[in-house]
């Protein structure tokens, strides 16, 4: 099975991401494939609007970490680059970007949602930003570009999920609709051209656009600290005695 679906459609991209049974957890050949679709789509000159949808019941549950146990801490830190080296295209694309969050958008899959233009929540979809768990600061000045240095602040360092309802009202999320067909059917093109589009996005970018190389130094001189991958298991650990503690009686 593909980790990604693409359909053209009248000068839009719609990349669904295909790994239900996994969340649609982001592996190294879902972020190449990523990556691919939206060089393709930056290429056409058709192109307007890149969607990005999550197949079941998650957008994207972050990072792929089933293999855990076999990385070294250098092989994480190599995933975790390749993951914001996709954030960042994202971040300045030439078109209009846009994410549909169901369920849950945590980790990397929040990020990924954050990087989008235009980003809608659906009803009980959450979000979260746990790297700071494990010592990570992925998307730090982009999430406070989107909700503003005090409420990013408190996000990452005090964690906890973030409602659709506290999404929407931080800025976070541009827009709350009741369903994701919904939403895509009220997307209309838009009236600029692709080549001025690109031109306003790029302008509009306030202090963000020399920034792309000091994000990704700033990402690995944290993700560097020797003990990522012990880190990490120590976090994943965590979740599941929540889990565990939180499961009722019998079930």
């Given at each position: 099975?593909?980790?990604?679906?693409i359909e053209?459609?009248?000068?839009?991209?719609?990349?669904?991401?295909?790994?239900?049974?996994?969340?649609?957890?982001l592996?190294?050949?879902?972020?190449d494939?990523?990556?691919?679709?939206?060089?393709?789509?930056?290429?056409d000159?058709?192109?307007?609007t890149?969607?990005?949808?999550?197949?079941?019941?998650?957008?994207?549950?972050?990072?792929?970490?089933?293999?855990?146990?076999?990385?070294?801490?250098?092989?994480?830190?190599?995933?975790?680059?390749?993951?914001?080296?996709?954030?960042?295209?994202?971040?300045?694309?030439?078109?209009?970007?846009?994410?549909?969050?169901?369920?849950?958008?945590?980790g990397?899959?929040?990020?990924?949602?954050?990087?989008?233009?235009?980003?809608?929540?659906?009803?009980?979809?959450?979000?979260?930003?746990?790297?700071?768990?494990?010592?990570?600061?992925?998307?730090?000045?982009?999430?406070?570009?989107?909700?503003?240095?005090?409420?990013?602040?408190?996000?990452?360092?005090?964690?906890?999920?973030?409602?659709?309802?506290?999404?929407?009202?931080?800025?976070?999320?541009?827009?709350?609709?009741?369903?994701?067909?919904?939403?895509?059917?009220?997307?209309?093109?838009?009236?600029?051209?692709?080549?001025?589009?690109?031109?306003?996005?790029?302008?509009?970018?306030?202090?963000?656009?020399d920034?792309?190389?000091?994000?990704?130094?700033?990402?690995?001189?944290?993700?560097?600290?020797?003990?990522?991958?012990?880190?990490?298991?120590?976090?994943?650990?965590?979740?599941?005695?929540?889990?565990?503690?939180l499961?009722?009686?019998?079930?």
């Amino acid at each position: 099975m593909n980790s990604t679906v693409i359909e053209y459609q009248a000068g839009r991209v719609h990349i669904l991401l295909n790994r239900p049974d996994r969340g649609n957890a982001l592996s190294p050949e879902m972020v190449d494939s990523l990556v691919q679709h939206l060089q393709a789509a930056y290429a056409d000159d058709q192109v307007h609007t890149v969607l990005l949808q999550g197949r079941g019941p998650h957008f994207c549950t972050g990072f792929d970490l089933s293999d855990l146990e076999h990385l070294s801490d250098g092989d994480l830190l190599w995933r975790i680059v390749q993951l914001e080296m996709l954030l960042a295209l994202v971040w300045r694309s030439p078109v209009r970007t846009v994410a549909v969050a169901q369920g849950r958008a945590w980790g990397a899959g929040a990020d990924l949602f954050a990087a989008c233009e235009r980003r809608c929540v659906l009803p009980g979809a959450t979000l979260r930003f746990p790297g700071v768990n494990f010592g990570i600061a992925l998307g730090t000045r982009r999430l406070s570009q989107r909700v503003g240095e005090d409420t990013a602040r408190r996000w990452l360092i005090e964690g906890g999920e973030i409602s659709a309802q506290s999404a929407h009202e931080a800025g976070l999320a541009t827009d709350r609709c009741d369903s994701a067909s919904e939403f895509i059917t009220q997307l209309r093109p838009p009236i600029a051209s692709v080549l001025t589009g690109a031109y306003l996005r790029e302008a509009t970018r306030s202090g963000m656009r020399d920034q792309a190389d000091a994000d990704l130094a700033q990402l690995v001189r944290s993700a560097a600290v020797p003990g990522l991958r012990d880190r990490i298991l120590h976090y994943r650990e965590q979740l599941r005695a929540a889990r565990t503690h939180l499961r009722p009686p019998g079930a």
